[in-house]
């Protein structure tokens, strides 16, 4: 089946990630507190269904999109099954904490996935995802310089934001990253001046 006629995105197209499968809630509500309940309940699981029944377009820049934004989903799972169509995939306004266990991509090159809870990023994030060029993880849950290390195994990454997360305030963070990621063009919507050689030596 085609996808729709081109759609005029103003959004950046960003990376695309997986995560490892969760357990069905169900089975665990009796011995939640009911706030619990409500929060598991609430969530929707990534699957197949889900993942073709969501909007995919040609965006602004013809590149083929998958928009699953809003669906309050915790985990990457299953994604697998999008069978590698899509050069975008946005996982925007989600409940994502970890960025992990994807299957192997070779055509992925942007993830978008704003506005989520990331803490962990998978060490290994490159061997699955080699094409990467695009990642926006503005607004999320990452506070210390290590834990944006795994982006460093990205081998195309080029595009990158973390704004709104708590490691921009570390001191040298602008610094650290771009000695971490020697192919950034662009860091937080800025241009990256690969000069680095104020950089304390590890």
């Known amino acids: 089946e085609k996808p729709p006629a081109a759609s005029p995105s103003p959004r950046l197209p960003l990376l695309g990630f997986f995560f490892s499968p969760s357990p069905t809630a169900t089975p665990l509500l009796a011995t939640r507190s009911p706030l619990q309940t409500a929060a598991a309940a609430a969530m929707v699981r990534l699957n197949a269904d889900l993942i073709w029944k969501s909007p995919h377009f040609f965006n602004a820049i013809k590149e083929r999109e998958l928009d699953l934004r809003g669906n309050k989903i915790a985990i990457i799972e299953n994604i697998g099954a999008t069978e590698d169509q899509f050069d975008t995939i946005d996982l925007s306004d989600n409940e994502i904490v970890k960025l992990e266990n994807f299957p192997f991509m070779n055509r992925l090159g942007t993830l978008l996935i704003n506005n989520n809870r990331i803490t ?14 695009t990642l926006v993880l503005t607004n999320n849950r990452l506070t210390s310089l290590a834990e944006i290390d795994p982006l460093a195994s990205l081998p195309k990454l080029q595009f990158l934001s973390l704004l709104d997360n708590t490691v921009t305030k570390q001191p040298d963070y602008r610094l650290y990253v771009i000695h971490k990621l020697k192919h950034l063009r662009l860091l937080d919507f800025k241009k990256v001046k690969q000069q680095v050689d104020s950089f304390p030596s590890e």
């Open 120 to 133: 962990r990023i998978n060490p290994n994030l490159g061997e699955f995802l080699p094409k990467m060029h």
